[in-house]
């Protein structure tokens, strides 16, 4: 299927051409962070949606929170989310974690889509037919819109939890491997959100736990 780039409806209307109806845009936020969630968004956009949404990685945090606002307040609009925790990830490694956030995220809306356009390389075991779309966060509005959705939702929980994981600057690094977060894991030690099987987390452990190794290029079933 192909697109212009300069149209960010161009494949969602490719695949309605095709006779998929509901499409829904899918991107995941939370692989590359200590602690913390993995989360997925999918959403579904109406025809004739008209916000700017654009790649969350672009827009400043006051920009992706009213755009988050304004999705999430669009009765027209369909939105699940897929959350997995530190837990998980460490169980399942994060690729797989990461795939399983989206097959929740799809499952999760409260319309069965037809059709998923999916930000990143295949993922597999969809429970919608899907095309891939490598940087599809600035390719396709509907992942865009669930990239903002998923960043949004998946920094506030990580400000609610440095309430309660104080000392780790939560609030501000969302997790990520700062210098301030790295000390600061040093320093205390983990907390229940971090991820274990993460070097810097695993190095900070005695003895480190153990976890089995898994290539990036296969998925083992669940």
Not at 143 to 168: F, H, L, N
Not at 177 to 182: A, N, P
């Amino acid at each position: 299927m192909t697109a212009s780039a300069t149209n960010p409806f161009a494949f969602e209307k490719a695949a309605r051409e095709r006779g998929f109806n509901r499409v829904a845009g899918v991107d995941e936020v939370g692989r590359g962070p200590l602690a913390g969630p993995v989360m997925a968004a999918a959403v579904i956009l109406p025809i004739g949606f008209s916000l700017p949404v654009a790649d969350s990685k672009v827009l400043t945090a006051r920009a992706r929170e009213r755009l988050s606002e304004a999705i999430l307040a669009d009765p027209a609009v369909h939105v699940g989310l897929g959350v997995l925790d530190a837990v998980a990830v460490d169980r399942l490694n994060i690729l797989r974690a990461t795939h399983e956030a989206m097959r929740m995220a799809l499952a999760a809306l409260d319309v069965e889509p037809d059709f998923a356009l999916v930000d990143g390389l295949a993922v597999p075991r969809l429970p919608t037919p899907a095309e891939f779309l490598v940087k599809g966060d600035s390719r396709s509005a509907s992942i865009a819109a669930a990239s903002i959705v998923a960043k949004v939702e998946r920094d506030r929980y990580m400000v609610e939890q440095a309430e309660t994981w104080p000392g780790y600057g939560f609030a501000r690094n969302k997790g990520y491997g700062t210098r301030e977060h790295i000390d600061a894991l040093r320093r205390l030690g983990p907390c229940p959100l971090h991820r274990r099987s993460f070097a810097p987390v695993r190095d900070s452990l005695a003895p480190p736990p153990v976890q089995l190794e898994l290539g990036l290029d296969s998925e083992p079933p669940l």
